[in-house]
């Protein structure tokens, strides 16, 4: 296994070795979730979020993915003030990234 | 200090809230007014029931506008913390060591059910107050299992390990290291004074093994019963040896507020029982990191004292909490999870992690208070020269003995005597006398007070 430690706002996606995840931060959790639906592995990253940040909607066929599942898939994580700190495999290759996900663009009631 | 206004001014914003936070601010301000948290005579605090906070301080921010991380030097962080501390300790039994400071009146009245309820009704929203920059600094997502979790807090234990003390340094570094070491033991002295109080509320019930494997841990450091053995007792000795009294809360007025957010961040997930796993990922990391840091603390008071000073209280750390941190792994968190499942290592770690920032947060206040004690000769020569150029917001006049309890500014500023003399005191270790015409630089968030020494003071602030 491996650490691997980044500055949290220098990246919003990436991938250990074929698999692709999203970040989804809110005031009070970090979490990296898997960027496939469940359903026919749509792009959940494009997906969103529901107020309460509940579920994020799929922009494919439209189910509702509740987050508490994603994150059972999601990468173990450290946030600690600007910097996260991931475990994954030591043979993984990592890659970040950032490009425009709606999902970061809307309010989030929830943070409130 | 215009008690009466004070008072008539949060009546008026009592009565202009809702009903539900002011009549928590009223509880707020009942609670805060009792004799035991007001005005002392003193900086020192020879009863363990005398705990002032500045009572005319309250501020209904308290109650619904937390800071953020970066704005820890606020005064209503330090209240808060105080207020905190305050309400935790009457949960725990403290007797004065003097004979002629027990007082029956004080013991039933620090404790009277009136003052206790006031105090846990104010308690979440103060908890939320002190700690919610914590949970937004601190966020652990994601599907953590067993070896993830080891492999990542191993890889933080190994680099506390082989990372220089920056907190010897700090100290051997200091203009006057002895007097930075006893301000360090003064920060510890909350703690270690009443050491593992807060792991007393989690030994009680009933979850089956782990009840008796965190016994275990319990019983090393109350010292299994033999008072000698107690790691309070041991640090009792320590403190006298190095010139300091050992009796708890003596020095509640010099302690900052990030020392006291150590102490009461493991009451908060001690006396709130949902957050148990918390706890136990700070038990985890206080024990296992001690074993390592404990080595360099227990160097530096040796050196800086000449071997005058017993580091066994130090050294008993470093050779037991190698067995603690050991045992918070496989006898409680591995068991644990084996019983629970994973799904409880994101709270575990949440603990380790919330403690580890906590620490660091200390230690760095710790370093900054070493230096402004350090600099308050220089920081005096820099008021003269912003005197001149400055015009104070406020004046203030006050009477012989007026003693303005212990307190820290949110942003640097020019302290200057107009009339009288003023003692002005930074540390038990560190006061001056300030006389008409002279001033000094207070920085942002450092701990100071001051006493009135002439028939009267005038004296000015302004912001730098």
């Not at chain 2, 035991?36 to 003193?42: A, E, L």
């Not at chain 2, 027990?102 to 009136?114: G, I, N, Q, V």
């Not at chain 2, 206790?116 to 009704?121: I, K, L, M, N, T």
């Not at chain 2, 990391?285 to 040796?302: C, D, G, N, P, V």
């Given at each position: 296994m491996k650490i691997v430690i980044h500055p949290v706002n220098a990246f919003n996606m990436l991938s250990v070795s074929d698999k692709t995840y999203f970040v989804n931060q809110t005031a009070y959790a970090t979490q990296i979730l898997p960027t496939t639906c469940p359903h026919r592995q749509g792009p959940l990253h494009f997906g969103k979020l529901s107020d309460d940040g509940v579920v994020i909607v799929c922009p494919w066929h439209e189910n509702k993915i509740q987050v508490c599942n994603l994150e059972k898939k999601a990468l173990?994580?450290?946030?600690t003030g600007d910097t996260l700190h991931v475990v994954t495999p030591d043979e993984a290759t990592i890659r970040m990234w950032r490009e425009y996900l709606p999902i970061e663009?809307?309010?989030?009631?929830h943070e409130a | 200090m215009q008690t009466d206004n004070f008072a008539a001014v949060l009546e008026e914003n009592t009565l202009s809230l809702n009903s539900d936070m002011g009549h928590?601010?009223?509880?707020?301000?009942?609670?805060?007014?009792?004799?035991?948290?007001?005005?002392?005579?003193?900086?020192?605090c020879e009863s363990p029931f005398y705990r002032p906070v500045r009572p005319q301080d309250i501020d209904i921010c308290l109650l619904g506008n937390p800071l953020s991380d970066a704005e820890l030097a606020h005064p209503n962080y330090l209240m808060a913390q105080r207020l905190l501390l305050n309400i935790y300790e009457q949960d725990l039994v403290f007797?004065?060591?003097?004979?002629?400071?027990?007082?029956?009146?004080?013991?039933?009245?620090?404790?009277?059910?009136?003052?206790?309820?006031?105090?846990?009704?104010?308690?979440?929203?103060?908890?939320?107050?002190?700690?919610?920059?914590?949970?937004k600094k601190v966020h652990v997502g994601g599907a953590w299992k067993l070896d993830a979790f080891t492999f990542y807090t191993n890889q933080v234990l190994s680099d506390i390990e082989g990372s220089d003390s920056t907190l010897y340094k700090k100290l051997t570094g200091s203009a006057d290291p002895r007097r930075a070491a006893q301000f360090f033991l003064i920060q510890c002295a909350g703690d270690f004074l009443a050491e593992a109080s807060a792991m007393g509320r989690n030994v009680l019930g009933n979850f089956g093994p782990h009840t008796s494997e965190l016994f275990k841990i319990f019983i090393d450091e109350y010292g299994y019963g033999v008072h000698e053995k107690k790691h309070s007792t041991i640090f009792e000795q320590m403190m006298k040896q190095a010139g300091l009294s050992a009796d708890i809360h003596y020095y509640w007025q010099f302690y900052t507020a990030s020392s006291i957010a150590l102490i009461n961040y493991f009451h908060y997930v001690s006396a709130n029982h949902g957050s148990f796993f918390r706890y136990i990922g700070a038990l985890y990391?206080?024990?296992?990191?001690?074993?390592?840091?404990?080595?360099?603390?227990?160097?530096?008071?040796?050196d800086i004292f000449n071997g005058e000073?017993?580091?066994r209280y130090f050294d008993e750390h470093t050779h037991i909490d190698v067995h603690h941190g050991r045992m918070a792994l496989e006898k409680l968190i591995i068991p644990m999870v084996e019983q629970y499942g994973e799904a409880i290592l994101p709270e575990i770690l949440r603990g380790f992690e919330e403690f580890r920032v906590l620490q660091s947060v200390a230690d760095d206040d710790l370093y900054a208070h070493i230096a402004w004690h350090d600099q308050l000769d220089q920081l005096k020569q820099e008021a003269a020269g912003l005197k001149a150029r400055s015009v104070p917001d406020m004046f203030f006049t006050e009477p012989m003995g007026e003693l303005s309890v212990t307190h820290c500014h949110p942003v640097d500023e020019l302290f200057c005597v107009e009339e009288g003399q003023v003692e002005f005191i930074a540390s038990p270790m560190q006061s001056i006398v300030l006389s008409a015409?002279?001033?000094?630089?207070?920085?942002?968030?450092?701990?100071?007070?001051?006493?009135?020494?002439s028939d009267q003071c005038k004296y000015s602030v302004s912001g730098v």
């Open positions: 173990p994580s450290v946030k663009s809307r309010e989030r009631s | 928590s601010f009223h509880n707020l301000q009942k609670y805060a007014q009792s004799r035991f948290f007001g005005q002392p005579k003193t900086f020192y007797l004065p060591n003097a004979a002629k400071q027990f007082k029956m009146a004080d013991l039933k009245e620090f404790y009277a059910p009136e003052l206790v309820a006031q105090g846990r009704s104010v308690r979440p929203p103060l908890e939320k107050f002190a700690f919610d920059w914590l949970e990391y206080t024990e296992a990191s001690l074993a390592f840091t404990t080595k360099a603390q227990s160097q530096a008071i040796r000073v017993s580091t015409g002279d001033g000094i630089v207070i920085r942002a968030g450092m701990l100071h007070g001051s006493k009135v020494l």
